[in-house]
Structure formats: C-alpha cells, structure tokens
C-alpha cells in the first residue's frame, strides 16, 4: 500500500527541512531526490505556496503531484503587488501574454475545454483582483478574446 503526504511548500524551494523531510523520512525514501523532483516541478512557481502530494509506493518509487495556486494568487504575482482589491479599483495590468501563462498553469486544474476559455477565465478572476488587461477592464478584455482578437497569440501558445 502506499503512503501518501501532502504539504505546502514554496514553489521551486522545497527542501528536506519541515514539512517534507519529517514526513517522507520514516517511509525510507531518498528525501534529496524528492524534493529535486518537486522543486524542478515547481520552478516556475516560484515564492508562491504550492499543494504538492508525495504518493510513496516503496523505498525507490514515488510519484509527485503538484498542485496549483489559486488563479487571483498567480494574477497578482504576475502584477507584482501584494493583493488585489475586492472592488473596480485597478491595482495593476497584465498583459494577455500573462494571461495565457496563468491559463496554461491552471490548464489542468479547470474546467475549460481549450486555452481560450481558459483565458477567459483568468480574465473573469482577473477583473474581481482589480487587474486590467492589456490596459482593459475584464468585461471588454473578455469581448477582445471572443471576437478573435487574440487568436493568433493563443494558438502560438497552446
């Protein structure tokens, strides 16, 4: 049977100290090479806390699952300020390029069926933080990529 351990860590830094170590040490696995394979997973999480699960089937075989921050916490990582706000007020701009980036990490945590309802998405959890995109509020960055503005840039990064 496998024993499985869940903790959160910081993206591309984990390390063997507390959670991780304590936990993953008496199930005899190489903590070293657990957290490598965690860090390389979470690398472009980075300074962001991140769900990860360690499936640990024997001494030598393991899997990782990483989990993914909520989309309002990658959106205001990606305007670099400290929160969002909870009202129209803008607190900062992303551009659509950030968008398809938070859209591609989220990708297999949402319900969306393609990366351009996975932008909108982000769009829709963008405008509730107080981000514009591409200088525009939510609704009209919403209409931009339904009527095919940026489909080129989508389909390059899908």
């Given at each position: 049977?496998?024993?499985?351990v869940?903790?959160?860590?910081?993206?591309?830094?984990?390390?063997?100290?507390?959670?991780?170590?304590?936990?993953?040490?008496?199930?005899?696995?190489?903590?070293?090479?657990?957290?490598?394979?965690?860090?390389?997973?979470?690398?472009?999480?980075?300074?962001?806390?991140?769900?990860?699960?360690?499936?640990?089937k024997?001494?030598?075989?393991?899997?990782?699952?990483?989990?993914?921050?909520?989309?309002?916490?990658?959106?205001?990582?990606?305007?670099?300020?400290?929160?969002?706000?909870?009202?129209?007020?803008?607190?900062g701009?992303?551009?659509?390029?950030q968008?398809?980036?938070?859209?591609?990490?989220?990708?297999?945590?949402?319900?969306?069926?393609?990366?351009?309802?996975?932008?909108?998405?982000?769009?829709?959890?963008?405008?509730?933080?107080?981000?514009?995109?591409?200088?525009?509020?939510?609704?009209?960055?919403?209409?931009?990529?339904?009527?095919?503005?940026?489909?080129?840039?989508?389909?390059?990064?899908?």
């Amino acid at each position: 049977m496998a024993n499985v351990v869940e903790a959160l860590v910081p993206g591309g830094k984990a390390s063997a100290g507390p959670p991780l170590g304590p936990a993953l040490g008496p199930l005899g696995v190489n903590v070293a090479q657990v957290v490598a394979k965690i860090n390389e997973q979470t690398k472009d999480l980075n300074g962001m806390q991140v769900p990860v699960k360690v499936i640990v089937k024997s001494r030598t075989e393991f899997e990782i699952e990483v989990g993914t921050p909520p989309t309002s916490a990658l959106i205001i990582k990606e305007m670099g300020v400290e929160k969002g706000t909870g009202d129209r007020n803008s607190v900062g701009n992303i551009t659509m390029e950030q968008v398809i980036k938070i859209a591609n990490i989220k990708r297999k945590g949402i319900l969306s069926k393609n990366l351009k309802n996975a932008a909108r998405e982000v769009i829709g959890t963008a405008g509730s933080v107080g981000a514009t995109i591409d200088g525009m509020q939510s609704k009209e960055a919403q209409l931009a990529v339904a009527s095919g503005k940026y489909d080129e840039l989508l389909e390059a990064k899908a």
